[in-house]
């Protein structure tokens, strides 16, 4: 019900509250949102039970597995990026990061066009002097660039050990994954679909195959991972992805085929240890940890 507009005139938004209400948002569950905002979770169920009690309506519906917003709650996570947006905006105006330059980071591609624009902009709320060159390449280019120090900063995902100092933010196995009642994996050669060279994901399924013995043959190949997702959904091929991306229409191939185990994969971040890559680490290592603490691999859309 909407309020009385004669009775908002007391009533007033908490930041904090709408904070930690897009964090919910966010992350997808209380627990994560605790872990950004630094609050224990019944202290965030409280604000929200206090901010639903200001506006008069149900923000939010928990299920066994993730948190959704009502109707009344979609309206209200615009105005509140909005409302974050604009003090984030008057506390640098009064108050100037000194911080200032350029940093050099190296991602995925996926990754470029998921993740990093949303690291980005808290980046640049917090610290508006400073720039961010973004690369977007393979893990294995990444991780070479990063030892040749031709960037600061390298976020990446592996599926062994990295050839470089990194921390592991978040880490789930490999699965060969299949279309729900698909015959691809009954071909030989076994119809693969990977990522392009230098992906760690396609490397950890091409030497699981040759050192079974496996005759295999990539028969699609894409720069992302959701290229290989409707490689599988078209029934073309099998991969192997995060068992995370496993849903209704793709499902793990049955231990029956034989093929053979894979490793885990993990996101990983490397730092070079200066000034502007530790501003950087201190904004989102917390949040990359509380949205991986409550969500699968999917939302990250990310590839190796």
């Not at 200066?274 to 509380?290: H, I, M, Y």
Request: proline share 6%.
């Amino acid at each position: 019900m909407p309020l009385d507009t004669a009775t908002t005139g007391s009533r007033t938004l908490n930041l904090d509250a709408l904070r930690t209400f897009v964090a919910i948002c966010e992350t997808g569950s209380f627990r994560g949102a605790a872990s950004r905002v630094h609050r224990s979770p019944s202290a965030i169920s409280l604000q929200i039970a206090k901010l639903e009690d200001v506006l008069d309506a149900r923000l939010l519906q928990r299920d066994a597995r993730r948190v959704l917003l009502t109707e009344q709650g979609e309206t209200l996570l615009g105005y509140a990026r909005q409302l974050l947006a604009v003090s984030a905006e008057a506390m640098a105006a009064v108050h100037s990061s000194v911080l200032s330059g350029v940093i050099r980071l190296a991602a995925p591609h996926d990754l470029g066009v998921s993740l990093v624009p949303r690291l980005l902009q808290r980046l640049a709320d917090a610290h508006p002097g400073v720039v961010v060159d973004v690369r977007l390449d393979t893990t294995g280019v990444i991780q070479r660039l990063f030892e040749d120090g031709a960037v600061n900063l390298a976020l990446f995902n592996d599926a062994g050990a990295p050839s470089v100092k990194v921390e592991t933010l978040f880490s789930e196995p490999l699965k060969w994954l299949m279309r729900s009642g698909g015959r691809a994996v009954e071909q030989v050669p076994l119809p693969l679909a990977v990522a392009e060279m230098g992906c760690a994901w396609r490397d950890s399924a091409l030497e699981a195959l040759q050192a079974q013995g496996r005759a295999y043959r990539v028969s699609y190949s894409s720069d992302t991972s959701m290229g290989q997702v409707a490689a599988l959904r078209a029934d073309l091929a099998i991969a192997a992805l995060p068992g995370s991306l496993a849903g209704k229409d793709l499902v793990e191939v049955p231990v029956t085929y034989g093929l053979p185990p894979l490793p885990h994969t993990q996101i990983c971040l490397a730092s070079d240890g200066s000034e502007l890559a530790g501003a950087f680490v201190s904004l989102v290592v917390p949040d990359l940890r509380a949205s991986a603490s409550g969500l699968p691999f999917e939302p990250f859309v990310i590839r190796g």
